[in-house]
């Protein structure tokens, strides 16, 4: 697994990315400058990082998802290579058009700051092959545009075909107001490409992969990467 | 020639900022206002003084990047 970490002005999680790929993930991602025209030569994966890529001026993700580098990224997932988008990540790829769909202001109007459980929705898949399906896990978030909506047509699709890779609930796995943070449509915290091969979520599960900072339920979405083959593009 | 765009959350679609904004201003007391939706305006120069032109380019420039056409609307109005 050879994997690439797209460098926004304004992200600032890409270190954590990084050390998960690393310490977790068994392989050390090259960090690419959003300005380049192509992704290193054999690139399996591709992360978009947390933060707040340019200011989160206009809309979050929306200045990112043109930046020159999108165009290889693009390339990259139509070829069936992997693609992670986390938090701010996950806003780009939907303003990119890689992911349906866009990420509203959280209903509540607050940025939320905290731990989170999730439901795993789907294990079949090069991201969660290492979580077992309805497994609730605890991961951090910590976004003020977290809030996932598309218009019913979409979200008939993505739920038809199986793409919700993640749900908001509670310790005990319920879903409903209280444990959903955001005001997400169907609780949802990520989803999938057509494919399976890009997953963008707005939780940070880089940042859960050590016993010392509160769990270790992030470490299952690395380890699965660790053992992934891209779709297509390994061919 | 100078043109402003004004792009807006389309209707239906929940406005959070818009609704803190009319919580305010009744708030304030500030009687006779039933619904605000909060959007934004982008004031521009343009290179050229064809108004067809000027509209096509600031189209593209929403379709591209000013507006996210699956929540907003968005406007030309050359000024």
Redesign the interface.
């Known amino acids: 697994m050879k994997a690439a970490i797209i460098l926004f002005p304004g992200s600032n999680r890409e270190g954590d990315a990084a050390h998960a790929l690393e310490t977790i993930g068994r392989t050390k991602p090259s960090v690419v400058w959003h300005g380049e025209h192509a992704l290193p030569a054999g690139t399996d994966l591709v992360v978009l990082p947390g933060g707040f890529s340019y200011g989160d001026y ?2 979050c993700g ?2 990112a998802a ?1 930046a020159p580098v999108m165009d290889a990224v693009r390339a990259h997932a139509a070829r069936g290579g992997l693609v992670l988008g986390i938090c701010n990540g996950f806003q780009i790829l ?2 990119a058009g890689l992911l349906p ?2 990420l ?6 607050h940025f939320v700051c905290r731990m989170q459980h999730l439901t795993v929705e789907r294990t079949d898949t090069p991201f969660a092959s290492h979580y077992t399906k309805g497994q609730v896990v605890k991961v951090a978030i910590a976004h003020g545009e977290g ?1 996932y ?3 019913a047509a979409t979200i008939a699709r993505i739920e038809g075909e199986n793409r919700v890779a993640f749900r908001y609930c509670d310790a005990q796995g319920r879903r409903g107001t209280d444990a959903n943070p955001n ?1 997400s449509v169907n609780d949802i915290a990520g989803i999938y490409s057509e494919n399976l091969n890009v997953l963008g979520l707005m939780p940070h599960p880089e940042n859960l992969i050590d016993p010392l900072v509160g769990g270790t339920d992030g470490s299952g979405l690395f380890e699965s990467l660790a053992v992934a083959r891209s779709v297509n593009v390994c061919s | 020639m100078k043109a402003r765009v004004v792009v807006t959350l389309k209707n239906g679609i929940l406005d959070p900022q818009g609704k803190a904004i009319e919580g305010a201003l009744k708030s304030l007391d500030i009687q006779g206002i039933d619904s605000i939706r909060q959007g934004k305006i982008f004031e521009v120069e343009l290179a050229t003084n064809d108004q067809a032109t000027a509209r096509d380019l600031l189209r593209g420039a929403c379709e591209k990047l000013l507006a996210n056409q699956v929540v907003e609307n968005f406007e030309v109005e050359i000024l």
């Not at chain 1, 509203?104 to 109007?109: K, S, V």
């Open positions: 206009l809309r929306a200045i043109r939907v303003e769909g866009v509203m202001r959280n209903a509540n109007l809030n909506t598309a218009d005001g």
